[in-house]
């Protein structure tokens, strides 16, 4: 078993759809917790962080992470064609400078006009 | 600040041939990581340095591949004699300081081996 799961989709919405992505994880040591978007052919760049669990908003995107469940989210509101990318969970143990971060695999979306 | 500069963008090669890749991380980073990323496996940390040394290796697949880091501002992966499993996209990413939460990707390198 992966130490994080992540369903790679595809998932496909019509605009302005509410979006949930989520991961599984194994390992209850983790506990900053990362979701980063990459567009095609391209480096994937941070999206949000959050330090153990409960939910953090910035715009149309929500992190939560329910740390009994071992189980993350991001929800995007009002989806919108840009949205459209891979977004990747990762988690890590600590904060200093020798962290290494797990990933899932990631999740494809794609919001439609 | 460009970022993240990766060179070559796209590179094909021949099986048994030496590749080298070239990553200049972000001014003032210090930290700087070396990903390989493929569909089966997604993104795996293959090394990365801490200062210009090498802090964790334990990701490189084979002998076949090395890492350097000669100064702040320039690392390479070098994959010799290189195989066809080892075609997928490699990626350079840079963080900063103790306690920095961001690391910054550069665009990746798509290296086949035919």
């Known amino acids: 078993q992966k130490e994080v799961e992540q369903d790679p989709g595809p998932l496909s919405v019509p605009e302005g759809a509410i979006v949930s992505l989520n991961c599984t994880y194994s390992?209850?040591?983790?506990?900053?917790f990362m979701w980063y978007r990459q567009y095609s052919r391209k480096g994937p760049e941070l999206l949000m962080y959050?330090?153990s669990s409960g939910n953090k908003e910035d715009g149309r995107f929500t992190a939560q992470v329910d740390k009994s469940s071992k189980y993350i989210s991001l929800f995007i509101r009002d989806s919108q064609p840009s949205d459209s990318a891979t977004y990747l969970c990762?988690?890590?143990?600590?904060?200093?400078?020798?962290?290494?971060?797990?990933w899932g695999l990631g999740t494809s979306l794609a919001v439609n006009p | 600040d460009a970022g993240v500069i990766q060179s070559p963008r796209h590179e094909v090669t021949e099986m048994g041939q030496e590749v080298t890749l070239r990553c200049k991380p972000i001014?003032?980073?210090?930290?700087l990581f070396w990903y390989r990323q493929t569909m089966m496996r997604g993104l795996e940390l293959l090394i990365y340095?801490?200062?210009?040394?090498?802090?964790?290796d334990s990701g490189m697949p084979e002998d076949r591949f090395s890492a350097k880091m000669p100064n702040a501002s320039f690392s390479t992966l070098k994959i010799q004699p290189s195989e066809p499993r080892d075609s997928a996209v490699y990626f350079c990413?840079?963080?900063?300081?103790?306690?920095?939460?961001?690391?910054?990707f550069g665009q990746g390198t798509r290296l086949t081996v035919v």
């Open positions: 990413a840079s963080r900063s300081g103790t306690g920095a939460t961001e690391a910054f």
């Open positions: 001014s003032g980073h210090n930290s």
């Open positions: 340095f801490n200062n210009n040394v090498p802090i964790d």
């Open positions: 390992n209850s040591a983790f506990q900053y």
């Open positions: 959050t330090y």
């Open positions: 990762a988690m890590t143990f600590n904060a200093g400078n020798n962290r290494k971060l797990i």
